[in-house]
């Protein structure tokens, strides 16, 4: 089983909030692949499928951005999740808006959500996928930016980016991880 996770914040006010671009990708997922999140557990919401005939789990973590890894740990444990079968999701001010970046691992790069899931993991050897929402202008509160929702021009861009991220996701579990990163990471 493969485990796709797109974090974000529940709720209907951060829905199209920067900081929501994983639930929004993983949305997009569902949505292309006829999935639908009809199922909660240990703190997430969940979408189940086959992909190639891979058995996938998508996942929406209920608990707030900084809570991520208390959703995802779990769940992994569970289901007998290897560490190299995730795949998470999210968004990445040290990126340009609208560009995607896939990794095998590394660091939290100061984001909270991917923190928690490390520290709950207890490893930071799992792939991940990065979305560019650009810097916060001039002195603005990063943290004030990733909850403000996307100008109408910004919008379209990240239409084309969620796209992309899903073709991205087709690729990694199709062709596996260096070859969705040869041709996703090129343009970033």
Known sequence: MVMIAGLGNPGLRYRHNRHNVGYQIIDEWAHTHDLTFDKRQHKA?????????????LV???TYM????????????????????LLVIYDDMDLPIGKVRLRPFGGAGGHNG?????NRLGSNEFPRL????????????????VLQD???????????TR?????????WLQYGLDEAMNRFNSNA
């Open 45 to 57: 919401h969940l979408a189940s499928g086959r992909f190639l005939g891979r058995r996938l789990l």
């Open 130 to 145: 990065r979305v560019g929402i650009d810097r916060p202008p001039g002195r603005m509160n990063p943290a004030a930016y």
């Open 60 to 62: 929406k973590p209920e």
């Open 114 to 118: 991917m923190k928690s899931i490390i």
């Open 66 to 85: 900084n809570l991520s890894g208390a959703a995802v740990q779990p769940l992994m444990a569970y289901y007998k999740i290897e560490l190299s079968h």
């Open 150 to 160: 996307f100008s109408p021009a910004e919008e379209e861009i990240m239409a084309q």
């Open 163 to 171: 796209a992309n991220a899903v073709r991205a996701i087709e690729t």
